[in-house]
C-alpha cells in the first residue's frame, strides 16, 4: 500500500524529501514575490537582473534549511511550535535576501523580501497540510487506520487525540462531549459533537471505535457510558489519563490495561496517615514471603516509612532476587539498607537466627499457601506452612522481644469451607495464645478480602483469558467476594501494626461484596470487547461458568462475631476482638497437628480441624 510505504521510508529519506520541496520553494516564492510586487506573472526581464540573487537563495537557502531543521519537523506531530520554526526560518530566509541583494547591488523594491518572508512560509505550511491531508486521504482510502471517536473534548481528549496522530493504527476523527459549551466548536482540530448524535455520526464517519477519554468520571458513570456505547454496537476503551499522558505513561500505548481500581466498584480507601510513618521510621522490620504479591507491596511502600532496615525473608530464590533488584533501587535514595535471607518458616533455627542476627523490631508475616484449589489437593503441606510456619516466626518473634507481629490472614478464615482458610484460622489462634503470655511483644492480625492483582486472584486469569479471546470463566453465577486493591492491602498491614494493642483482628471496611460475575462482565467491557449472548450468539467474549471447585464458598464473611467490632482512629478500619482457645486448647491443637503432619493423615488433619476451627464446614454442591 502507497500510504505504509510512506510510513515506511527511512528516517533519512523523509528528511531528503521535505529539504529538496523546502529549498526548491525558495526560489519559487522569490519569484512569487516578484509577481506580487509588479502584478504580473511575466516579468523575466527582471528576474535575469537578478538571476545571482535567485542561484545564491537557492543555494545558501538550503543550507539555512537545514541549520534551521526544517526537514526534521515529523508531518504527524505538526503543532505550533512547528509553525514558529517555519516561520522564523522564512524570516532569516528574508534577511539573507536582504543582505544578498545589498552584497550584489540590486535594485529593486524593498518589499520584495517581505513578500518572499510570508509568500515562503505559507507555502511550506501548505505543502505540509497538504501531505498530511494526502496521506490520511490514501489511509481512509485503504483502510490502513481504524476511524475513531473520542469521549471527552476536555484536556484528556486532546492530549489522547495529539498522540492518536502520530499512530498508524487509529484515526481520531470527531471528539463526543456532554458538555454544552463545547458542542459545535472545534478542539484541537476535530469537531465537537453531543452524544445524542453518536448513531448518526457513526454511521456518516464509519467510526469503529469509540475511546473513554474523561480521567475524572466516577465509576458508575464510567460503567453506564461503555453499556451506552456498547448498545451501538461500538468497540469501547478506556484509554489512559491526562497525568499519566504528560509523565509518559500509556501515550505509547492507547489502550490500558484493566486497572484494579477501576474494578473495585467504589472508592479506594485513602490509608496513608502520619501512623504509619512514626510507627516504623528507624526500625528494622522483617517481611516473611517477601517475594510474594502482597510481601513485595510491604517492602515497597514501607521504602518511604524511612525504616533503618528492611529484612527480606523468602524461600523461593527466584522471588527473593527479584523483590533484592527491586529494592535496592529505591532504598539507595531513602538511605534505608536492605538486607536479603534465603529460609523457610518452618525451619525454626533460621527464622531465630536471621532475627537475631538483623535484630529484628517488627515482623509482618505475609509468608503463606494461599491457592484454594492446590492447598486442597496438598492439605498436610498447606497446614505445616501455615500454621506450624507462623508459630515458628510468632516463638522467634516473642523469644526476640520484638516490638510488634502482625499476621497476614483472610477472609477464607472466617467459617471456612476449605483446608486454605481453617490453616489461616489455626494460624490467628496461635497468634491469639502467644499474645496470653508476653506483655512485650504486641500480636496482631490482619484480614484481607480477595485482593485484585495478586498472584492467582480473578484479575490477572481474566485478563489472560481475554487476551486469548475467551472464554471467561466464573465458577458460580451468585459467588461474591470482598474486593481490595494490593496498594490498600500493604497499607492496611501497615496500620493495624500501628494501631495494634495487642490480640487485635482488623479488617478494612470494602463495602458491598461483589459477584464475580460482575467483574468478568467489567473486564471484557473495559478492554475495548463485548460480552456474547448466549441465546444469539453476538459478542467477542463469553463468559463459562464452571462449577464451584473443592472448598470453595459463594460468599465469604470478615468476622466471625459482627457484635467484636471495636472503632480505630481510621473510619474505615475495624478493631475486633474475638474469642480465642485457651493455652491448654492451643498447645493440644499444636501437638496433635504435629503427630497429623508426622503420619501424614489426611483425614485425622480433617478431623483436628472440624474440632478446633469455629464454623468450618464442607461446601455442599450448589446447583
Known amino acids: 500500500m502507497i500510504s505504509e510505504k510512506l510510513h515506511n521510508l527511512p528516517r533519512l529519506a523523509k528528511r531528503a524529501i521535505f529539504l529538496v520541496t523546502d529549498t526548491l520553494l525558495v526560489p519559487i516564492s522569490l519569484y512569487a514575490a516578484f ?50 520554526r517555519i516561520g522564523t526560518t522564512a524570516a532569516l530566509l528574508a534577511l539573507l535576501a536582504i ?97 445524542s448524535d453518536l448513531k448518526k455520526l457513526v454511521e456518516r464517519h464509519r467510526i469503529q471505535r469509540v475511546l473513554l477519554a474523561i480521567p475524572s468520571i466516577s465509576e458508575e458513570r464510567r460503567r453506564a457510558l461503555i453499556d451506552k456505547l456498547a448498545a451501538l454496537g461500538l468497540e469501547v476503551q478506556v484509554l489512559p489519563s491526562y497525568i499519566e499522558m504528560m509523565t509518559g505513561k500509556g501515550a505509547g500505548e492507547p489502550l490500558r490495561p484493566v486497572s484494579p481500581d477501576a474494578l473495585l466498584g467504589r472508592d479506594k480507601v485513602d490509608l496513608d496517615t502520619p501512623e504509619i510513618a512514626k510507627a516504623y521510621a528507624g526500625r528494622t522490620v522483617l517481611v516473611t514471603g517477601a517475594g510474594g504479591s502482597i510481601g513485595s507491596e510491604l517492602c515497597r511502600q514501607l521504602i518511604n516509612r524511612r525504616p533503618k532496615r528492611i529484612v527480606l525473608f523468602e524461600h523461593s530464590e527466584i522471588a527473593l532476587y527479584a523483590i533484592d533488584q527491586d529494592m535496592r533501587k529505591r532504598a539507595a535514595g531513602a538511605g534505608v539498607a536492605i538486607t536479603t535471607r534465603l529460609g523457610s518458616v518452618t525451619d525454626a533455627a533460621r527464622v531465630a537466627a536471621v532475627m537475631s542476627e538483623c535484630e529484628v523490631e517488627i515482623v509482618l508475616h505475609a509468608a503463606a499457601y494461599k491457592h484454594v484449589p492446590i492447598v486442597e489437593e496438598n492439605e498436610l503441606e498447606g497446614a505445616r506452612n501455615n500454621v506450624m510456619g507462623t508459630k515458628v516466626v510468632a516463638d522467634a518473634a516473642m523469644r526476640a522481644g520484638v516490638e510488634r507481629f502482625i499476621l497476614v490472614s483472610t477472609d477464607k478464615a472466617v467459617r471456612p469451607t476449605n483446608i486454605m482458610g481453617a490453616s489461616k484460622r489455626l494460624a490467628e489462634l496461635v497468634v491469639q495464645d502467644l499474645q496470653t503470655r508476653t506483655t512485650r511483644t504486641r500480636f496482631a492480625i490482619v484480614r484481607f478480602g480477595n485482593v485484585l492483582g495478586s498472584s492467582g486472584s480473578v484479575l490477572p486469569l481474566f485478563e489472560r483469558q481475554i487476551k486469548q479471546g475467551g472464554p471467561v470463566t466464573v465458577t458460580h453465577p451468585e459467588v461474591t467476594r470482598f474486593f481490595m486493591t494490593i496498594p490498600e492491602a500493604a497499607r492496611l498491614v501497615l496500620l493495624a501494626g500501628a494501631y495494634a494493642k495487642g490480640s487485635d483482628v482488623f479488617v478494612l471496611d470494602m463495602g458491598e461484596p461483589q459477584k464475580i460475575i460482575d467483574i468478568a462482565r467489567r473486564m471484557v467491557e473495559m478492554s475495548g470487547r463485548t460480552v456474547r449472548d448466549s441465546k444469539t450468539g453476538k459478542g467477542d467474549i463469553e463468559i463459562e461458568i464452571t462449577g464451584l471447585r473443592p472448598g470453595e464458598k459463594l460468599y465469604e464473611e470478615l468476622l466471625i462475631d459482627d457484635d467484636s467490632l471495636r472503632a480505630t482512629p481510621h473510619p474505615k478500619i475495624l478493631r475486633a476482638e474475638e474469642a480465642s482457645l485457651s493455652e491448654i486448647e492451643t498447645s493440644s491443637m499444636l501437638r496433635e497437628l504435629e503427630k497429623t503432619l508426622e503420619a501424614r493423615d489426611t483425614a485425622r488433619l480433617r478431623r483436628l480441624i472440624a474440632a478446633r476451627v469455629d464454623g468450618y464446614h464442607i461446601q455442599k454442591e450448589v446447583g
Open 35 to 84: 509577481a506580487l510586487r509588479y502584478g504580473t506573472l511575466t516579468q523575466m526581464d527582471r528576474v535575469q537582473d537578478s538571476l545571482s540573487l535567485f542561484v545564491l537563495m537557492t543555494v545558501l537557502g538550503g543550507v539555512l534549511i537545514s541549520i534551521c531543521r526544517l526537514p526534521r519537523i515529523k508531518l504527524n506531530a505538526l503543532e505550533m511550535r512547528a509553525v514558529t
Open 99 to 195: 543582505t544578498l541583494s545589498y552584497m550584489l547591488d540590486l535594485s529593486g523594491p524593498r518589499s520584495v523580501p517581505i513578500i518572499f518572508c510570508a509568500v515562503f512560509f505559507l507555502a511550506s505550511l501548505a505543502t505540509r497540510i497538504a501531505a498530511l491531508t494526502l496521506l490520511g486521504w490514501l489511509e481512509d482510502r485503504q483502510g490502513t487506520r481504524q476511524r475513531v471517536a473520542i469521549y471527552g473534548a476536555g484536556a484528556g481528549g486532546i492530549q489522547m487525540a495529539a498522540a492518536l496522530r502520530q499512530s498508524p493504527e487509529a484515526r481520531p476523527v470527531l471528539f463526543i462531549d456532554d458538555n454544552s459549551n463545547l458542542q459545535g466548536l472545534m478542539t484541537a482540530g476535530l469537531p465537537v459533537y453531543a452524544s
